[in-house]
């Protein structure tokens, strides 16, 4: 018995130190797995963290390639629609508006009128700004008589003005009592109806008003504010020179035109601009920007789309 007594408490010691061990081990595996799990944490934290700004970095540099992408097509549409525009303005019409009186029956002050730039051919003047890169025209062709034209002021060579054609190369011009004369002959006319105009001081008046018709047969209206005794109704004789035009309003007293040589004087072909067309907008002189509540009521609708003659 005490043989086995000691066997006993051996085997107890022995049971004792192998849990003791399997205590040890256990304790030993407890207090690695949390490291080894906050080291496997930390390495899926920094791989899903790369992960997250590596597509933040994608998707911000496809914002900021759409946004280039985008300006760049703006300013491609922009310069486009300029390109179209100045070839439209240089090869085919321009619009104007007219800021005078000088071609009232005609033209009203107010009005906007589209002009064919192909009427005549191109000049430097064709081109905004006029810039000197060649003389002449090309594909020009000689306006009629009779025609409303519009210029640059041979003074300047960058004023544009509007008149009607009235003397070609070669032809005299000359101004007798009121009616207007070429080459010796007195221009057909025929008084019509009073015009109602205004006068120095802005008030409204009723002026002679007139038929003329020119040689080749074009007519049209004129009217004569201060009567036949006009400053310009009596001229000397005007020779018009080798490629030029003589110019003249169809508000016969109050028009600065070729008569006055040393405002106007004669037309070079080269400073043609275009031939008026169409009257494509028309609003009376007195109509405010500040009141547009009254715009329908000024507008001219009678005389939109009219064809200039």
């Given amino acids: 018995m005490p043989g086995g007594a000691i066997r006993l408490r051996r085997d107890t010691d022995a049971a004792t130190m192998s849990e003791a061990v399997c205590t040890q081990g256990v304790s030993a595996n407890l207090s690695r797995r949390p490291e080894q799990r906050t080291a496997a944490s930390a390495a899926s934290l920094l791989e899903h963290g790369s992960t997250d700004v590596s597509e933040k970095s994608k998707y911000v540099s496809s914002s900021a390639k759409n946004e280039e992408g985008g300006l760049w097509e703006t300013i491609k549409v922009i310069v486009q ?3 179209i525009a100045v070839v439209v303005r240089t090869v085919l019409f321009q619009p104007f508006n007219i800021p005078s009186g000088s071609l009232i029956p005609t033209l009203l002050i107010g009005d906007y009128l589209f002009v064919s730039k192909y ?6 003047h064709s081109i905004p700004f006029s810039p000197g890169i060649f003389s002449g025209r090309i594909f ?3 306006p009629k008589r009779g025609e409303i034209a519009v210029f640059k002021l041979p003074k300047d060579n960058s004023t544009d003005y509007i008149k009607r054609v ?5 032809d005299k011009i000359q101004v007798i009592g009121g009616v207007l004369h070429i080459n010796g002959q007195p221009v057909q006319r025929e008084r019509v109806e009073d015009y109602k105009t205004t006068d120095l001081y802005g008030r409204t008046i009723s002026v002679p008003q007139y038929k003329e018709t020119l040689p080749g047969g074009v007519s049209h209206f004129v009217i004569e504010r201060d009567g036949d005794r006009g400053y310009w109704d009596n001229t000397n004789v005007y020779t018009v020179q080798p490629g030029h035009f003589f110019m003249m309003g169809d508000n016969r007293d109050n028009s600065t035109d070729s008569r006055d040589e040393a405002s106007v004087g004669q037309v070079p072909f080269e400073n043609l601009v275009g031939r008026a067309e169409i009257i494509f907008f028309s609003i009376d002189e007195s109509a405010s920007l500040w009141r547009p509540w009254e715009w329908p009521q000024k507008i001219r609708w009678n005389r939109l789309f009219e064809r200039i003659q």
């Fill in 81 to 83: 629609a300029l390109l």
């Fill in 166 to 170: 009235i003397g070609l190369p070669g």
């Fill in 140 to 142: 020009g062709s000689e």
């Fill in 119 to 124: 009427s005549y051919g191109y000049s430097k």
